[in-house]
């Protein structure tokens, strides 16, 4: 038995449902991790919960309710972190977005499962509208905070740039990032990830993002 589900034994069979339920859906972002998306089913997750069968239909009643709530459990952790960073920023316009660079790349986000996670719904949400609908969710909610940060700093040093440009920019290269972070992890760390799209926004905003 893997360590990860031996320590998921431990958990008292007194859990609440809520802590059930996450237990199960950490499992189910440990299986997708390793086997992928289309060869996670109710039997690897149990395996990976240290759990049966039987008690992931209790609480999810099908791989496709459990893969969902799944998705959501990492759009809403990354979500609160993203408004987190927001209000534990500073001030300005430039400040907010570099706390922004820097949710994408912290530890709680930026761990190999996860990552996996994130591409394998990506990668699936083509063919599955209630995926897409989640993913484009966060993907316009996101955005547009940053375009509505990059708009401000253009304004305050009379940039000649597009704010959603920028912004798509910054987003499209922080995603990829997040892919070589898990294809090729011995060539870039999450540090050097955060360094590359600070870079970015010096290059466009000179005034607001000075060399260090």
Request: glycine fraction near 6%; include cysteine.
């Amino acid at each position: 038995m893997s360590q990860a589900a031996t320590k998921t034994r431990t958990k008292p069979r007194t859990a609440s449902r809520q802590e059930r339920k996450i237990q199960l859906i950490k499992a189910t972002i440990r299986s997708i991790a390793k086997h992928g998306l289309s060869v996670t089913t109710m039997a690897t997750v149990a395996k990976e919960a240290g759990l049966s069968q039987g008690i992931i239909n209790l609480h999810f009643q099908s791989k496709e309710r459990l893969l969902e709530e799944t998705l959501r459990f990492v759009v809403d952790e990354y979500r609160a972190s993203f408004y987190k960073a927001l209000e534990n920023s500073g001030e300005t316009a430039a400040e907010k977005l570099t706390a922004l660079v820097g949710v994408g790349f912290d530890k709680r986000v930026c761990q190999r499962n996860k990552l996996a996670v994130w591409f394998a719904f990506w990668g699936e949400s083509r063919s599955r509208p209630t995926y897409r609908k989640i993913c484009a969710e966060r993907d316009r909610e996101y955005k547009q905070v940053l375009i509505t940060l990059c708009e401000e700093i253009i304004r305050e040093g009379g940039y000649k740039a597009s704010a959603d440009y920028v912004a798509f920019g910054l987003a499209a290269m922080c995603e990829g990032l997040w892919l070589d972070l898990l294809l090729i992890p011995a060539e870039v760390t999450p540090e050097q990830a955060r360094e590359v799209s600070l870079s970015y926004l010096r290059g466009i905003f000179p005034g607001h993002f000075p060399n260090p």
